[in-house]
């Protein structure tokens, strides 16, 4: 793939870049640990992967990380999986998190708004004691390092003090969101066996209340290793019996304990989107996401003391978690608990303007959804504190990086990123001080060397590849629960390249060193021998009106033959006529090539997701091969069940 773009959307001016984090670390680490001083960015990032231990030790060093024991040397083993980062390091992460309060007591830790658009403060004081009464508390139910305690809860400050309190104490955090089922949860809290759960009554989402105190019943009644349940009355009801209430574990005036643990001590387990069979249950340490997050939000997200950060997001989703790691760089994390279109599509927008957040981070979706529904957002919203717009979740089209910049800014610092549940970071994306491309990530981040490799391991420039980190990353998986021989996180990331990740993407570095991503490897399109990326595809179809969403399948036949159907789920009042078969291949054959047409355009009644809004490209695929419902998918871990029943009817017919 040739560099296409001849000129930047979008460049940082002289004083931006002088007054970057990143910019001043270069210079610090220049003179303190022998980083280049000249060269900019790209320069950094050699440096950064050719000298981890290096790089490393300095990103601790910059962002004061408090070791209570030190370390013997910063990378014990680098063989992957298997890496051992700060051995004989001790150290808390909630410790991090709340170290504002020292110096910040009175500001906004977090502002918390609901669909009622009223954003609504805990201070960094009230954030540390509700906290140490927590810890305490958990401390007298009997939570020891190494024990599991859960969360279904929505966004709310609740959630973020019992994470912290937990963490705290070195128990291990997990959450869902409350718009997750029983099964979805079980089928994720039973391998952890969680000692405490977190709950709420309700949640409200879309203007309208939503119970789930049977929810929670059913979720008691499965989880037998429970020892305590919290309630927290969102709806305003009373405790069930034998629950405990929110207040009067966080009412008391205490100061926060913090156990010193392990650098790889667990911190939380996350759960991968798990579309087949149970979802993998992700563990990753203490010292990992906290160095990794610092670099991250601190150097990538140029984040400070001054900044407020708005990601929407669920506590189900990564970026949740990400989002509370803002508070390691005393950063005002923004927390906004109800639907991303209620009671409008601007919705987001109005809480980044009532919050004068500095960093709002969405996802490509939603971006793509105002641009149809002809949102304005610097028309009808005050967005001049918004420095920087981050989108996620999928690749931001082209067409995304235009609506950005005409409508909401042209000195917008847009960052489309890329990473995974997996590191619970970023492998690619944002950098305060360097160009924007359309279409393009701006760079891969600081200490992970990413790169483009072909089937047999070479690297790639300019082509489609695979996505793979040839050197370890600190907030890389510890271990899977529940994978004694780590034979499943082997198989997961390491089995196509012995000792390098393969994420499972397809990629293209760009000779300027930026990233495009064309989407997950396994459902890869390969027509005639040539790879094709289905988010390109989307991209295409999606900028016509009548298209609401699209799917697209690539089957090889039994006769060696190759079917490549696309679905589409219109827009209200649209009709999938001849006139509208011919745009879209028309669109797709101009803006993509002749091979990219596909066979079929079927219209579906919906295209199912993954609990996060991922589409679930290969279940489908699975379906339309002839596999069986309950085989090909993990019913739990779908936005929709129902819409699958069309793909299993469709592979019937086609049979």
């Known amino acids: 793939m040739p560099t296409e773009n001849a000129q930047p959307l ?77 051995p004989g390091a001790t150290l808390n992460y909630a410790e991090h998190a709340l170290r504002a309060a020292a110096t910040r007591a009175d500001e906004p830790a977090l502002l918390h708004v609901d669909e009622t658009h009223d954003p609504r403060p805990v201070t960094w004081s009230e954030l ?3 906290v140490g009464s927590l810890a305490a508390e958990l401390r007298a139910l009997g939570v020891r390092p190494g024990a599991r305690v859960s969360g279904y809860l929505p966004n709310i400050p609740e959630a973020v003090v ?3 309190a937990t963490a705290a104490v070195g128990g291990v955090w997990t959450s869902c969101a409350p718009d997750f089922g029983a099964r979805s949860v079980l089928d994720r809290f039973q391998q952890v066996e969680p000692v405490v759960l977190f709950t709420v009554d309700g949640y409200r989402y879309g203007g309208k209340e939503h119970d789930r105190r049977d929810t929670v019943t059913e979720l008691r009644a499965e989880l037998p290793t429970l020892r305590a349940v919290v309630h927290i009355p969102v709806l305003g009801t009373e405790p069930p019996e034998g629950a405990l ?45 906290l160095v990794e ?117 042209d000195d917008l610092w847009i960052a489309s990123v890329s990473g995974g549940t997996d590191v619970c970071s970023c492998f690619a994306g944002a950098v305060p001080t360097l160009p924007v491309y359309i279409g393009e990530l701006q760079a891969p981040g600081l200490g992970t060397d990413l790169q483009s490799w072909d089937p047999s391991g070479e690297p790639l420039i300019d082509e489609v590849g695979e ?93 060696g033959g190759y079917w490549m159907p696309l679905f589409v789920h219109l827009a209200p009042g649209a009709t999938l006529d001849d006139a509208l078969l011919g745009r879209i291949k028309q669109t797709i054959r101009e803006q993509l090539s002749p091979r990219h047409v596909p066979d079929e355009v079927i219209e579906v009644p919906g295209i199912p ?23 090909a998918v993990n019913a739990g871990s779908i936005d929709n069940l129902d819409l699958l029943h069309f793909y299993e009817d469709l592979a019937r017919k086609r049979a």
């Not at 231990?53 to 004061?64: H, L, Q, S």
């Not at 667990?266 to 010292?287: E, F, H, M, N």
């Not at 601007?346 to 979706?365: D, F, H, I, K, P």
């Not at 997701?609 to 085989?631: F, S």
Request: proline letters at 7%; glycine letters at 8%; one cysteine or more.
């Open 10 to 86: 979008w460049q940082p001016d002289s004083e931006r870049i002088a007054d970057a984090r990143i910019t001043k670390f270069q210079t610090w680490a220049a003179d303190q640990h022998g980083a280049p001083a000249d060269g900019g960015y790209a320069a950094l990032h050699t440096w950064s992967v050719a000298e981890p231990e290096v790089f490393w030790k300095a990103v601790t060093e910059w962002f004061d990380v408090r070791f209570s024991t030190p370390y013997t040397r910063v990378l014990g083993d680098r063989s992957m999986p298997g890496a051992s980062w700060f």
């Open 128 to 130: 540390r004691r509700q």
């Open 162 to 164: 019992a994470l912290l």
């Open 245 to 289: 209430d929110w207040s009067a574990l966080t009412g008391a005036d205490e100061e926060p304990v913090f156990e010193q643990v392990p650098f790889d001590h667990p911190l939380w387990v996350l759960y991968s989107s798990g579309t087949t069979g149970l979802p993998k249950a992700i563990v990753q340490s203490q010292g990992g996401i």
């Open 293 to 409: 997050h610092l670099k991250q939000l601190g150097l990538h997200c140029d984040l400070g003391p001054e900044d407020r950060f708005f990601w929407y997001t669920s506590t189900g989703w990564m970026m949740w978690n990400f989002l509370v790691s803002g508070l390691l760089t005393g950063t005002t994390v923004v927390l906004y608990d109800g639907s991303p279109g209620y009671p409008d599509t601007g919705a987001q927008w109005r809480v980044a303007e009532l919050t004068r957040a500095t960093l709002y981070g969405t996802s490509a979706a939603y971006v793509m959804a105002c641009r149809k529904a002809e949102v304005h957002p610097s028309r009808d919203y005050d967005l001049s504190s918004v420095r920087c717009v981050a989108t996620t979740g999928s690749p931001l089209p082209p067409d995304g990086f235009r609506w950005l910049h005409d409508e909401v800014r």
């Open 467 to 559: 996505l793979v980190v040839t050197n370890p990353m600190p907030s890389m998986p510890v271990y899977f629960w529940n994978d004694p021989d780590g034979s499943r996180y082997h198989d997961s990331y390491f089995d196509t390249y012995p000792g390098v990740w393969r994420h499972g993407d397809w990629i293209t570095v760009t000779s300027r060193g930026s990233v495009v991503i064309h989407g997950r490897s396994d459902s890869t399109l390969n027509r005639q021998g040539v790879r094709m990326g289905s988010a390109d595809i989307y991209e295409a179809v999606e900028r016509l009106p009548e298209i609401k969403e699209s799917l697209v399948i690539g089957l090889e036949q039994p006769d």
């Open 609 to 631: 997701h993954t609990l996060t809004g991922k589409r679930i490209e290969v279940p489908v695929k699975r379906l339309l091969q002839g596999t069986p419902l309950d085989k």
